[in-house]
C-alpha cells in the first residue's frame, strides 16, 4: 500500500455535488401518485386515551385514509429492544419498555402519535388533523427526574412496581476503604439537562410499495440502513430482498437517526402496502421537537477520595439518567457515563449506581457524545474543585493522576456499552495534555496575562481538560470494492453517510491499495441493494471499522490484481507496482497494464473461469474489531464575562485531538468543529426546558437556541498526537464525537476561573447569561 | 407546519387594498413583509381566511425628505432600504444605528416598516425607536386618512389603534433638533435574536450643556415598548454627568418597567439589563449630543 493518500488534506469528492445541488435528500424524493401522512400527536405528556373518532377527518375531500392504532391490528407491536442489558453484573436488572407505533390506552409523551392522515398533499392532510375528535383523561405527569421516584409518583408504565427503569450497580476495587485513607473528600450534586440534536435535515420517509413488482423501497433518514430493511422486512411478512432502504445524503443525524423502528417508519410501510401508493412523510421542526429522542439529563450525587499530594484513591457516582418514555436504545447512554467516570485517569477504586428512569419526556437514545460527556463532566468537575481544595495548580493535577503511556492497554475494570471489560487500547495522555497546555500558553496566562486583566478590573478565564472517548465497537461492518472496465474503482459498503465525508475518506484508503486517483473511485454508501450486510453509522465507528472493512476488501482485490498482472506480464508479484491506475513491473515503466484492461480480462467474454477462482477484480471484506478503540484528547479555552451583564465571549479555543491514524485531516478537523459547536451549545445555549406538566416550553429555533457560526470561537486552534490503534490494520480511533465531549466541562472551569471574585461553583449544564446571573447575584453572597 | 387554507388577493393600489379590508372585516390580514405572520399562519397560530398582499404595491415604498427636515417613510419600504438609505442616516441617525440589530440580513430584506409598526411585537426595535423619535403614524381607510401620534398607537402585544378596514401608510419622522444625541443598544443571546432588553435613547442639550429632553424607551420589557418617564424626568435640567446617569439608569430599571420574566430571563436579570443598557445608551447619546463621540 502506497500512501499517497492517507494522511492527506484533500477536498471532499462528495462536494462539487453537493454544493451544486446535485445530491438526493429524501424529499428530493418525488413519485408520480404519492400521497403525504400527518401525525396527530399528543398534546398532553400523560393521558389515558377514552376515544378517538376520525369520521369527520375520513370524510375531507383529498383524505385518502386515517389510521390509529386500532386499526393496525396485529401489526401493532412495540419496537424491539435494540440494545440489551449488559449481563452478568450482580444485582443489576433493566425492564425493557420499547416505542410504540401508536398510542393505544395512554399517551406517555407529548407528541406520541395517535393517528395518521394520509392525503393528497400534506396541506390536507394537517388541515384533517384538526378534524380528529380525541377524548383524553389528562393524568398526572412524570417531569421531574428525582420525584419520578417518590413512592407516590404516578407511573409511566402502569404494569411496572415504580419508575425505575433500571439498576446497575458497577465496582472497582474498594472505594469505602480508599475514602477511609484519604486526605480530602468532595462530595458534590450534579445537574446536567437535555438538549436536542437538532440535525439541519429532520427525519424524513418515503415508502413505496410497488405491488407489479412486489418490492418495497424506503428511502430514509436512518443511521443503520440495513437492520432497519431486516426489521421492515419481517414485520411486514416480506423476503428482505423485496425491501430495500436507501439512505441517501442526509443533512446530520447526530444520533437519533440510528433509533429504530421511529412509529413513521412503522407505519408508512405498513400503509403503502395496504393503499398501493407510495407515502411521503417529512417531519417539520416543530414535531422534531416533540417527536426525535434527546440526550443528556442527569443528576449526579458524585463523590473523590484524593491523597494531600492530589492522588485520587476513589471515585463514587451515584446517578439519576433520564430515559424518557421508553428504554429502546437500552443502556448504551448511561453506561458511557458511568464508564467516562474514570476518564483517562488512573483510578483504584470506583463504585457506581446506575439508576434509569422513566418520565413522561421524550425518549433519550444517543446524541453525539452519548452519555459520555456527563462522564467527564463528573470526573472534571470533581478535580477542579480538589485543585482548589488542595491548592494544586489544575493541569499539574491531572497530570499526576493521568494514565501514563506504558499502562496500556489498560482495564478499568468495569463493563462498558460493549459489555466487555472496558479495556483502553492506546494513549499518551500526558503529551496531549502537554501540548495543549503548550498551545494556548498556560504558563504565561496565568502567570503574566490574567493578573494584568484582573488588574484592569477584567474578568478572563482559561479551562483546561482531558478526556476520552470510547470509539470504534463492532459488531463489524463490509465491504465489496471493484475494479471496473473503465478502469475506475467501485466501493460498496453497508454504513450510511450523514455527512462525515465518507465518499472522500474511503476512497482514500482504496486509492492508496490499488495506485489510483482518488477522485477515480466511487463509493455508495446506506443503500441495501447494493451492500447489505452491517449495522450502521454511530459510535464514532465509520472510520474504524468500516474503514477497516473497505481496507481489508482492496486489499483482497490487490492480490487479484498482482496475481493477473504477474501473469500477463510474466514478472513476479513481488516485482509489480500499482500507481496512476496501471501495474507495472517497477523500473521497467513500458512493461504495464492498466487496472481497466485487466478488469477486462478477469472477465472475459470467451474461455472458462478457473475452479477455485472468481471472474472479476472484486473483492468482499468484513472487519470485527476485538473491542472498541479508544480516542482521547485535551481542550482549552480562555473566555471573557461581562459580568454586568454576564454574556460570555469565547476568546481562544484549543483542541489537542489523538484518534489515532489520520485518514483525512481536513476532514477530521471539520468533525472537530462540529462537535466544539455541539459541545458550545451544551454549555451555554442549548436547553430543552420541560414545565412540570411535561410540556416543551422552547420547541422552537426561535426559542432553543443553537450557536451559530457568529457565536462559535473566532477560531478552533487544532493540534494532533498520533497513537495508533492496535486494534485495527489502518490504527485508526473515532472521532465523531470526540469534539463535543469536554466542552461542557471546560466552560464550567474557564468560566470559574473567569468569575474568580463571585465564589462560584458551577455544578450544572448547561448556564446561560441568566443563569449565571442568579448564581452570582442572587445567591445571598 | 402547513398554514390552514385562505384566500389570496394581491391588489395593485391602496384603495384596492382597503376595498378587501372594508369586505372581509377581521377575517382579512394585510400581508407585508410576512416575517412574523407567514410564521404564525404556519404554526397554524393565526389562521386568517383572506390574506390581502400589499407587495404589488410600489406606491407605498419610498424614503422622503420631509419640508420640516424630518422624513417620510412609505409602509412597505424594506428594513434593508432604510438601513442603507442615506438620508436616514443624515436625518435619523437612530434609525440607521438600530437596522442592523434587527433579526438577519434575509429578514431585514423582507421586512417593511410599516409592517413592523402595525404587528407590535414588544420585543421588536423599530417601536421602540419610533417613540423615542417621537413618530406620528398616517393611517388610511376607505373615508381617509388619520394621523395618529406614537404615544397612542400602540396598545398591547400585538395590538395597535389600527382599525381592521385600516391600512398604516405611511411613518413620519420629525427633524431631530439641533445638539441631539441618541443610542440604541441591545442584548440578545445570539446576534438577530429578539433582544433580553433593548433600548433606544434621544437626547437634546440646552445651551448650558444641560439636558433640555432625553427619551429612553425599552424593549422586550413589558407588552409595549415602555418610555422610562420618571429616569426622563430626572435628567431634564441636569448636567448629564455619570453620576446624573447612572441615577436615571436605576430609576429607568426599577421604578420606570416591570418587566417579566420567560425562560431566557429572570425578571431582574432583565431589571439588571435594563440599568446597564440605559446607562451606556444614554452616556453615548449625551457625548453624541456635546459631538464628542
Redesign the interface.
Known amino acids: 500500500m502506497t500512501k499517497k493518500y492517507l494522511g492527506q488534506r484533500i477536498t471532499r469528492n462528495e462536494d462539487p455535488r453537493m454544493l451544486t445541488g446535485q445530491a438526493l435528500f429524501v424529499d428530493d424524493v418525488e413519485i408520480p401518485g404519492m400521497l403525504h401522512a400527518a401525525f396527530l400527536r399528543s398534546d398532553y405528556a400523560h393521558a389515558r386515551i377514552l376515544s378517538i373518532d376520525v369520521s369527520a377527518a375520513c370524510n375531507r375531500p383529498g383524505v385518502v385514509a386515517v389510521y390509529t392504532a386500532e386499526d393496525m391490528g396485529d401489526f401493532w407491536k412495540p419496537g424491539p429492544l435494540l440494545v440489551p442489558a449488559p449481563r452478568g453484573i450482580e444485582g443489576a436488572f433493566f425492564h425493557a419498555r420499547t416505542q410504540i407505533p401508536m398510542a393505544r390506552d395512554k399517551v406517555r409523551h407529548v407528541g406520541e402519535p395517535m393517528a395518521v392522515v394520509i392525503g393528497e398533499s400534506?396541506?390536507l392532510a394537517?388541515?384533517a388533523l384538526?378534524d380528529i375528535v380525541v377524548d383524553l383523561e389528562p393524568l398526572e405527569a412524570v417531569a421531574d427526574l428525582e420525584r419520578a421516584l417518590d413512592p407516590d409518583a404516578p407511573l409511566v408504565h402502569d404494569d411496572m412496581e415504580s419508575n425505575l427503569g433500571s439498576f446497575v450497580p458497577q465496582r472497582k476495587g474498594d472505594y469505602e476503604a480508599a475514602r477511609e485513607q484519604a486526605d480530602l473528600v468532595i462530595q458534590r450534586r450534579i445537574v446536567i439537562d437535555r438538549g436536542a440534536a437538532a440535525a439541519m435535515e429532520n427525519r424524513v420517509l418515503v415508502a413505496h410499495w410497488d405491488a407489479k413488482s412486489q418490492e418495497m423501497t424506503i428511502w430514509d433518514t436512518t443511521q443503520a440502513p440495513i437492520p432497519l430493511r431486516n426489521g421492515l422486512a419481517g414485520m411486514l411478512g416480506l423476503a428482505e430482498h423485496q425491501v430495500r432502504v436507501i439512505a441517501p445524503f442526509i443533512g446530520g443525524a447526530f444520533g437519533p437517526k440510528i433509533m429504530m423502528f421511529q412509529p413513521e417508519e412503522v407505519l408508512l410501510p405498513w400503509a403503502t402496502m395496504k393503499l398501493n401508493r407510495p407515502i411521503k412523510w417529512i417531519e417539520?421542526?416543530?414535531e422534531n421537537f416533540v417527536a426525535t429522542t434527546q440526550e443528556r439529563g442527569q443528576i449526579h450525587d458524585a463523590e473523590s477520595a484524593l491523597t494531600k499530594d492530589g492522588h485520587i484513591l476513589g471515585v463514587k457516582d451515584v446517578f439519576l439518567h433520564d430515559s424518557g418514555a421508553y428504554d429502546p436504545y437500552g443502556l448504551t447512554v448511561p453506561l458511557n457515563s458511568q464508564n467516562h467516570v474514570m476518564g483517562c485517569y488512573d483510578i483504584p477504586s470506583y463504585y457506581s449506581e446506575l439508576k434509569m428512569v422513566f418520565t413522561n419526556k421524550m425518549i433519550v437514545t444517543p446524541v453525539r457524545g452519548a452519555g459520555r460527556p456527563q462522564g467527564i463532566f463528573v470526573i472534571e468537575r470533581l478535580l477542579d474543585i480538589a485543585a482548589k481544595e488542595l491548592d494544586i495548580d489544575r493541569a499539574e493535577l491531572r497530570r499526576r493522576n493521568n494514565l501514563q503511556p506504558d499502562a496500556f492497554p489498560h482495564n478499568h475494570k468495569i463493563i462498558d456499552q460493549a459489555f466487555a471489560e472496558f479495556v483502553i487500547d492506546s494513549g499518551n495522555y500526558p503529551a496531549t495534555l502537554a501540548r495543549a497546555l503548550d498551545m494556548i500558553e498556560y504558563e504565561k496566562f496565568i502567570k503574566e496575562e490574567q493578573p494584568a486583566l484582573r488588574a484592569e478590573g477584567r474578568h478572563v478565564g482559561i479551562g483546561v481538560v482531558a478526556f476520552i472517548e470510547t470509539t470504534g465497537v463492532g459488531p463489524y461492518e463490509g465491504a465489496r470494492v471493484t475494479i471496473e472496465a473503465s478502469g475506475k474503482v467501485s466501493v460498496a459498503t453497508g454504513v450510511g453517510t450523514q455527512g462525515q465525508g465518507h465518499f472522500t475518506a474511503f476512497a482514500q484508503i482504496v486509492a492508496d491499495q490499488l495506485g489510483v486517483d482518488v477522485r477515480d473511485v466511487h463509493v455508495v454508501t446506506g443503500d441495501t441493494a447494493h451492500f447489505h450486510w452491517g449495522t450502521g453509522t454511530f459510535a464514532s465507528r465509520g472510520a474504524v471499522v468500516a474503514a477497516n472493512a473497505i481496507n481489508a476488501a482492496a486489499k483482497g482485490v490487490r492480490v487479484k490484481v498482482l496475481k493477473l498482472a504477474s501473469k500477463v506480464l510474466g514478472a513476479p508479484e513481488e516485482e509489480l507496482e500499482l500507481a496512476d491506475g496501471m501495474v507495472r513491473v517497477a523500473d521497467i515503466p513500458d512493461q504495464s497494464i492498466g487496472l481497466g484492461e485487466l478488469a477486462v480480462l478477469a472477465n472475459p467474454m470467451r474461455g472458462a473461469v478457473e475452479p477455485g477462482s472468481e471472474p472479476g477484480l472484486e473483492a468482499t471484506d468484513y472487519f470485527g474489531p476485538q473491542y472498541g478503540a479508544t480516542a482521547n484528547g485535551t481542550h482549552a479555552m480562555i473566555l471573557e464575562v461581562d459580568v454586568?451583564?454576564?454574556?460570555v465571549e469565547i476568546k481562544r479555543y484549543v483542541v489537542v485531538e489523538d484518534c489515532g491514524t489520520i485518514i483525512n485531516p481536513l476532514i477530521l478537523e471539520g468533525q472537530v468543529h462540529g462537535g466544539v459547536s455541539l459541545g458550545i451549545g451544551n454549555s451555554y445555549?442549548e436547553q430543552l426546558?420541560y414545565d412540570d406538566n411535561g410540556q416543551l416550553?422552547?420547541g422552537s429555533f426561535?426559542?432553543y437556541?443553537i450557536?451559530?457560526s457568529?457565536?462559535m470561537p473566532p477560531r478552533i486552534e487544532i493540534g494532533h498526537e498520533v497513537t495508533p490503534s492496535p486494534l485495527n490494520p489502518l490504527g485508526t480511533k473515532g472521532a465523531g464525537e470526540a469534539g463535543a465531549i469536554p466542552v461542557p466541562s471546560l466552560f464550567a472551569q474557564a468560566v470559574e476561573d473567569a468569575l474568580y471574585d463571585y465564589d462560584l461553583e458551577v455544578l450544572e449544564m448547561p448556564l446561560?447569561?441568566?443563569r449565571l446571573?442568579?448564581l452570582c447575584?442572587?445567591k445571598g453572597s | 407546519?402547513?398554514?390552514?387554507?385562505f384566500d389570496y388577493y394581491a391588489p395593485s393600489t391602496t384603495e384596492e387594498a382597503l376595498a378587501y379590508l372594508d369586505q372581509f372585516g377581521y377575517d382579512a390580514k394585510p400581508l407585508a413583509g410576512g416575517q412574523s405572520l407567514i410564521p404564525t399562519m404556519n404554526?397554524?397560530l393565526a389562521q386568517p381566511s383572506v390574506l390581502v398582499d400589499l407587495n404589488p404595491i410600489v406606491d407605498l415604498s419610498y424614503i422622503r425628505p420631509h419640508e420640516d427636515g424630518g422624513l417620510l417613510l412609505g409602509a412597505m419600504t424594506r428594513a434593508s432600504q432604510v438601513e442603507r438609505d442615506p438620508l436616514v442616516a443624515e436625518r435619523a441617525p437612530l434609525v440607521h444605528e438600530t437596522m442592523p440589530s434587527i433579526a438577519h440580513p434575509q429578514i431585514r430584506n423582507r421586512s417593511t416598516m410599516g409592517g413592523t409598526m402595525a404587528h407590535a411585537d414588544p420585543a421588536a426595535e423599530l417601536p421602540a425607536v419610533a417613540i423615542a423619535l417621537n413618530a406620528q403614524f398616517r393611517i388610511r381607510g376607505q373615508a381617509g386618512d388619520r394621523w395618529v401620534s406614537v404615544d397612542e398607537f400602540f396598545l398591547g402585544m400585538f395590538m395597535t389603534v389600527i382599525e381592521p378596514s385600516e391600512l398604516l401608510v405611511e411613518v413620519r419622522l420629525p427633524p431631530m433638533p439641533p445638539r441631539s444625541g441618541w443610542c440604541f443598544r441591545e442584548?440578545a443571546?445570539?446576534?438577530?435574536?429578539?433582544a433580553?432588553v433593548g433600548v433606544a435613547a434621544m437626547v437634546t442639550l440646552d445651551g448650558g450643556n444641560q439636558c433640555d429632553q432625553a427619551r429612553l424607551v425599552f424593549l422586550s420589557v413589558e407588552d409595549r415598548p415602555v418610555p422610562a418617564r420618571r429616569a426622563a424626568e430626572m435628567l431634564q435640567g441636569q448636567t448629564p454627568t455619570a453620576e446624573a446617569i447612572q441615577a436615571a439608569a436605576e430609576t429607568a430599571a426599577t421604578e420606570d418597567i416591570d418587566p417579566g420574566s420567560d425562560?431566557?430571563?429572570?425578571a431582574?436579570?432583565r431589571r439588571?439589563?435594563a440599568k446597564?443598557l440605559a446607562r451606556q445608551a444614554l452616556t453615548q447619546a449625551f457625548a453624541r449630543a456635546r459631538g464628542v463621540a
Not at chain 1, 454586568?644 to 454574556?647: F, L, P, S
Not at chain 2, 407546519?1 to 387554507?5: H, I, L
Not at chain 2, 443571546?189 to 429578539?194: E, K, T, V
Open positions: 400534506r396541506y394537517e388541515d384538526a417539520d421542526r416543530r454586568e451583564t454576564m454574556m445555549y426546558v416550553l422552547n426561535m426559542d437556541l450557536p451559530r457568529t457565536d446561560s447569561p441568566n446571573f442568579e447575584y442572587q | 407546519m402547513k398554514p390552514a387554507a404554526f397554524r442584548i443571546r445570539r446576534h438577530g435574536d429578539y433580553l425562560i431566557h430571563a429572570s431582574s436579570y439588571q439589563l446597564v
